[in-house]
């Protein structure tokens, strides 16, 4: 049997690859991608952690829950009686495996559309002779001219305390919980801990999170981090700063966590599941890096440059297997900027103006330095503010929390952040985002007319507030 030759082989078929894949199709290369993501039945199931454990379900699992907290606590405001809200935990977890499902098929249509050769199985290094790639594709053996390696991450476990999907939870078994736990734990306040506690929480969970670092989310302006937490809590949401785990101990169908908290006592945490956030490591497990001497840093990362050139001819890594913040759109960007550099183009990535989003509720969204940064690198800033409490839109719908800020030079007015927190901050961040990859200045933003009314309509006060000139507020 002949074995079959590429131009472009992709490892992995997470938000990168197949990204990846996509584009190098789109430029004429023979493109391959191989992904070993299982259905339930067994079946392919592409789109890596992002779509089938990660943001995708996710969202869906925060779309239900929050519909349930309206029709239990908001409904009557608006006029609308339902009589006991109930919620069929099965079906939600349905919903949310349709979705995964949908995704999963659509990746599957795009490679057909674009030509691009699917193996389902595990992609692995086998040799590399005279310029050519040899790779194992599930069960079969073909060869690359390019491979890009985008084999994603894996959930990190607490030491002495290994994943069982049951009561020990990583955002996978957090993900498929078949019933409302009475009570849940939560060790890691990042971004997967804080939205699937507020999943189960929503649904009627008694919330707890212990967290070892001292500041509330660090890496966020510290006055959204603020008020973040003061919402949080207004929720419910038990949030613990400053602990040192001990032990947990599995017993009864539960588990028990021993630790010490910021005052220095110790305590004990019992709690019928625990989801386990802490972090996520690099996943080169049966990448084979050593048959071609693939280089991988101290933390089992594959090392690149800052062109994702690995240090070998015409092997590149992408997304989370690589340095820089674990997230599905850099995972993207990079695909597409390394399709286009093998094409001979100048693929870019502007890691300085990647947004960020935490899809809790109120939602949290940044994008470029926080207040804390700009402080530390002594540069001369404005800051300008405006509460979702004065907007129109804000109060129609019903959630007047939070807030945008504006960051901006002090003497150019060039925009260096925005930070929101808020109803669809998601959603409004892009302006940002995209006003800062022109090098737009706050009276840029000011400046140009925002329907009304309209969250939006935020934004452009706080570019206002810059220069102390809100009209609304």
């Known amino acids: 049997m002949s074995t079959k030759n ?5 490892i992995g078929g997470g938000p990168g690859g197949y990204i990846a894949a996509i584009r190098a199709a789109q430029l004429g290369f023979n493109t391959a991608c191989i992904d070993e993501w299982k259905n339930e039945k067994g079946g392919p199931a592409p789109g890596g952690t992002c779509t089938n454990v990660g943001c995708i379900p996710s969202k869906a699992l925060l779309q239900s829950s929050e519909h349930f907290e309206h029709a239990s606590l908001h409904f009557a405001d608006h006029g609308i ?17 349709t979705v995964v499902k949908q995704n999963n098929d659509g990746i599957l249509y795009l490679f ?20 050519v790639y040899e790779l194992k594709a599930g069960e079969e053996s073909i ?35 078949p019933s409302v736990p009475k009570k849940l734990g939560v060790i890691g306040s990042g971004v997967i801990g804080l939205e699937l506690g507020s999943v189960w929480r929503r649904l009627g969970s008694e919330v707890t999170v212990l967290e070892a670092m001292p500041a509330f989310l660090p890496t966020v302006d510290e006055s959204v981090a603020k008020e973040a937490a003061k919402l949080f809590k207004k929720q419910g949401l038990k949030i613990e700063l400053g602990v040192k785990i001990a032990s947990v101990t599995k017993a009864d169908g539960g588990v028990t966590v021993a630790y010490t908290d910021a005052k220095g006592a110790e305590q004990t945490l019992a709690v019928d599941k625990l989801i386990v956030s802490i972090g996520r490591t690099a996943n080169t497990i049966g990448l084979n890096p050593e048959a071609v001497g693939l280089a991988l840093d101290e933390r089992g990362m594959v090392t690149v ?16 297997v690589v340095r820089g913040p674990m997230l599905a759109h850099k995972a993207e960007e990079e695909g597409v900027a390394v399709a286009e550099r093998i094409a001979g183009q100048h693929g870019h990535v502007d890691f300085d103006i990647i947004p960020s989003v935490i899809y809790t509720s109120p939602e949290i969204a940044q994008v470029g330095k926080t207040e ?26 019903g959630d007047t929390s ?33 006003a800062m990859a022109f090098k737009a200045s706050a009276e840029d933003i000011a400046r140009i007319c925002h329907a009304h009314p309209s969250l939006s309509e935020s934004t452009k ?12 507020f």
């Open 461 to 472: 006060e706080a570019a206002l507030a810059i220069d102390k000139r809100t009209l609304n």
């Open 143 to 177: 060869t690359a001219t390019h491979v890009i390696v985008a084999t994603g991450s894996n959930a990190r476990q607490l030491p002495g305390a290994p994943f069982d999907e049951e009561t020990i939870l990583s955002n996978d078994g957090a993900l498929r919980i």
């Open 402 to 434: 939070g807030f945008v800020k504006f960051l901006a030079d002090a003497t150019t007015d060039e925009i260096l952040g925005v930070h929101i927190i808020g109803p669809m901050a998601s959603e409004l961040i892009s302006e940002a985002t995209v």
């Open 6 to 10: 590429f131009d472009v082989v992709v």
């Open 81 to 97: 009686s339902t009589g006991e809200v109930k919620i069929d935990v099965a079906k939600m977890l349905g919903r949310k495996d």
């Open 305 to 320: 440059d800052h062109d994702c050139k690995t240090n070998l001819p015409n092997v590149w890594a992408i997304g989370d």
């Open 112 to 131: 057909k559309k674009n030509k691009v050769t699917f193996f389902h199985g595990r992609g692995s290094f086998v040799a590399a002779k005279d310029g």
């Open 372 to 397: 804390q940064q700009l402080k530390a690198e002594g540069r001369a800033y404005k800051a300008g503010q405006f509460p979702f409490l004065a907007n129109g839109r804000a109060r129609a719908l």
